[in-house]
RNA sequence: GCUUGCGUGGUGUAGUGGCCCAUCAUAAAGGAUUCUCAUUCCUUUGACCCGGGUUCGAAUCCCGGCGCGAGCACCA
């Protein structure tokens, strides 16, 4: 990662500001991984910060709010270190429209937004733009009072409207909402306010008064830090220093939307945000997906303005050497054969950690003198070694231990006892999940361990009877 | 259409005029170690979008083309 331009030991601030209208997904977490790198690097600071003042189109998700704190403080391995909601501090930005208002640095626009709009392609100040700032707050007042009602008002900064960029043009800050039909959904907001600011503007306040000083976002913002730009100069303040990354997609998953994946959520197609299936840190958090892992996948992307595609294998090739050494080895016999073993110890004593011998050992019990294996692997007929039992040699039917020491190069394979647990491997590929049966081998490990199941790959421990893979 | 931005091996990434017959990771193939088809280690394959120009010298600078993306919302 490179340095941040004027970044001063200490001083920096960034601060990383989702909409809270679910919880944070796969993307949200390049921006809390690299932002919060920065702050850490410079001894500076991160905020999270709610930009949750949208309560129509993307209406925010009240659990969403305390989701994402403690999601961020996971990825980051420490809490953001200050928490700010747009929603909380609609006066302060008021407060600023009314001095941009009355420093002719913006007016009240009654204009449809469709007659705005052909303004704007024609370089065409609207009437409103006249208006003075005794005229423009009066109409601010009616804006706040509703006597103008959602869609008859809105504020706009004076840029400019023969800017070459028509993105630019005299943009929205502030805008009416009918909080009362549909009020925000923290109740302790609810309808109180009538007029909103948009991202635009709110953010470009927040970021001034929180003495932010870097911000690192995604190039579809580049038109809004030009904007912002624009609003900086009518309060004679400095742009922080910006930065962006393109867009990254995962070649496994398809496009995925806050909004759609809520939608679908309800409707009952996905069980909760945490399902295998979806894209969110809540999911991979579930199927074992280490912090860690993913701080090590972000910053190796680090902040290119490419559009990438990435395969899910980079990331599962971080968490692999991140979970490797911990993770208990067990066996799961899928489509599992009972076979009678002769002159069998009535012991078997297994390897749980191959890094680590001294650490734990797996121990089977075999007095009842029965294996069980996959019967794929019996589809060979070539000789095998029970895993750290020992050499056998099929007969009628039944296996014979015929030597504790390895005799020659056959092949290993993996094996239960009887006493071992039906079990459920959920696999999820191509967006499905498949519910793989098999018996799992008998253990006291924690609900939420991870571990390798030998031969097949590294899944986590749901519950007694259920695993989850988490890749190969 | 207007406005922006980006183009290095399969996928990502380093590289800001000579140290580059181009870095590292990942993937793939092969091999070694290993009582797992895991881990670890080694090897191989493989790239500077195209065309001009500037220069003794360009992945790096300039121009043009092509390709891909983003913004032009009273969403974030």
Same mark, same amino acid.
């Given at each position: 990662m490179p340095?941040?331009?004027?970044?001063?030991?200490?001083?920096?601030?960034?601060?990383?500001?989702?909409?809270?209208?679910?919880?944070?997904?796969?993307?949200?977490?390049?921006?809390?991984?690299?932002?919060?790198?920065?702050?850490?690097?410079?001894?500076?600071?991160?905020?999270?910060?709610?930009?949750?003042?949208?309560?129509?189109?993307?209406?925010?998700?009240?659990?969403?709010?305390?989701?994402?704190?403690?999601e961020a403080t996971w990825l980051l391995g420490r809490a953001p270190d200050r928490?700010?909601?747009?929603?909380?501090?609609?006066p302060v930005y008021y407060e600023h429209a009314e001095r941009m208002l009355q420093g002719g640095g913006g007016y009240v626009c009654t204009c449809s937004a469709e007659a705005f709009r052909e303004l704007r392609v024609a370089q065409t100040p609207c009437p409103c733009r006249d208006a003075d700032a005794e005229i423009n707050m009066e109409r601010w007042r009616m804006m706040l009072d509703g006597r103008?009602?959602?869609?008859?008002?809105?504020?706009?900064?004076?840029?400019?409207?023969?800017?070459?960029?028509?993105?630019?043009?005299?943009?929205?800050?502030?805008?009416i909402q009918d909080t009362t039909a549909a009020p925000h959904p923290r109740p302790e907001v609810g309808s109180t306010y009538r007029v909103w600011p948009l991202l635009d503007f709110q953010s470009a306040v927040e970021d001034h008064?929180?003495?932010?000083?870097?911000?690192?976002?995604?190039?579809?913002?580049?038109?809004s830090t030009r904007k912002q730009s624009l609003l900086y100069e009518h309060f004679g303040w400095t742009y922080p220093e910006t930065m962006y990354w393109g867009r990254v997609k995962v070649h496994e998953w398809g496009g995925f939307s806050t909004s759609a994946m809520r939608a679908d959520i309800e409707a009952?197609?996905?069980?909760?945000? !945490?399902?295998? =299936?979806?894209?969110?840190?809540?999911? +991979?958090? @579930?199927?074992?997906?280490?912090? %860690? *892992?993913?701080?090590?996948f972000w910053l190796?992307?680090?902040?290119?303005?490419?559009?990438?595609?990435?395969?899910?294998?980079t990331l599962y090739s971080h968490n692999t050497s991140v979970v490797d050494a911990n993770a208990h080895r067990l066996a799961f016999v899928r489509d599992p054969v009972p076979l009678t073993l002769h002159n069998a110890p009535e012991e078997a004593t297994l390897v749980a950690?191959?890094? !680590?011998?001294? =650490?734990?050992?797996?121990?089977?019990? +075999?007095? @009842?003198?029965?294996?069980?294996? %996959? *019967?794929?692997?019996?589809?060979d007929p070539a000789p095998f070694r029970l895993k750290d039992l020992g050499d056998v040699e099929k007969e009628d039917g039944a296996l014979h231990l015929t030597s504790l020491e390895r005799s020659d190069s056959r092949r290993i394979l993996h094996w239960t006892t009887p006493d071992a647990t039906e079990a459920v491997?959920?696999?999820?590929?191509?967006?499905?999940?498949?519910?793989?049966?098999?018996?799992?081998?008998?253990?006291?490990?924690?609900?939420?361990?991870?571990?390798?199941?030998?031969?097949?790959?590294?899944?986590?421990?749901?519950?007694?009877?259920?695993?989850?893979m988490m890749h190969e």
């Open positions: 340095e941040l331009r004027e970044a001063q030991q200490g001083k920096v601030v960034l601060r990383f500001a989702p909409n809270p209208n679910g919880p944070l997904s796969f993307g949200h977490a390049r921006g809390i991984v690299i932002n919060g790198q920065y702050a850490e690097r410079y001894g500076g600071e991160l905020i999270l910060r709610f930009d949750d003042t949208d309560t129509v189109v993307k209406p925010p998700l009240p659990e969403a709010y305390s989701s994402i704190v403690e928490v700010v909601i747009a929603s909380d501090r609609i103008f009602a959602q869609g008859e008002a809105v504020v706009r900064v004076r840029t400019g409207m023969d800017l070459p960029n028509p993105a630019l043009r005299d943009w929205p800050a502030l805008r008064l929180q003495g932010v000083t870097h911000i690192i976002r995604g190039k579809d913002l580049m038109d009952g197609t996905y069980e909760g945000w !945490d399902d295998p =299936r979806l894209p969110t840190i809540a999911a +991979l958090r @579930r199927r074992g997906i280490q912090a %860690e *892992a993913l701080r090590a190796e992307l680090a902040i290119t303005q490419k559009d990438i595609a990435v395969p899910l294998a950690f191959p890094d !680590d011998a001294e =650490r734990d050992v797996r121990r089977l019990d +075999l007095s @009842r003198g029965e294996v069980l294996i %996959e *019967a794929e692997d019996l589809q491997l959920m696999v999820v590929n191509d967006g499905h999940i498949h519910n793989v049966k098999g018996r799992l081998e008998p253990h006291d490990l924690p609900s939420g361990a991870v571990v390798q199941l030998e031969r097949i790959g590294y899944a986590i421990l749901l519950d007694d009877h259920r695993l989850l």
